[in-house]
């Protein structure tokens, strides 16, 4: 009989767990682009747990690019279906 199945990596062919949450990469961003911006666009698709937009050290000043969490790896999945290519803020 098989070993019951330990917290950890998963091997494949195992069912994954009903719980993943998920990191997306928004890329190409207008300057301009905010959190509150993001969290508008993609929390519409599913529910966001946190939303990070890169920011020089120093300036402050938006890099271009940011990640979008999400708690279940589903949310993530229909997100990057939905949105991928698509333009925010003309970018």
Same mark, same amino acid.
């Given at each position: #009989?098989?070993a *019951?199945?330990?917290?950890? *990596?998963? %091997?494949g062919?195992e069912?994954p767990?009903?719980?993943? !949450? %998920? !990191?997306?990469y928004?890329?190409d961003?207008a300057? &301009?682009?905010n =959190? !509150?911006?993001?969290f =508008? @666009?993609f929390?519409? @698709?599913?529910h966001v #747990? !946190? @939303? /990070?937009?890169c /920011?020089d050290?120093?300036?402050r000043r938006s890099?271009?690019? %940011?990640?979008?969490n999400y708690?279940?790896?589903n &949310?993530a =999945? /229909? %997100?990057? &279906?939905t949105?991928?290519?698509s333009m @925010?803020k003309g970018?």
């Open positions: #009989a098989p *019951p199945s330990m917290p950890g *990596p998963s %091997a062919g069912t767990a009903p719980f993943h !949450s %998920a !990191s997306l928004v890329g961003l300057p &301009d682009v =959190e !509150s911006l993001l =508008e @666009i929390n519409a @698709i599913g #747990a !946190s @939303i /990070r937009v /920011r050290a120093v300036t890099l271009g690019y %940011a990640y979008v708690h279940q790896l &949310d =999945e /229909r %997100a990057l &279906d949105m991928n290519f @925010i970018k």
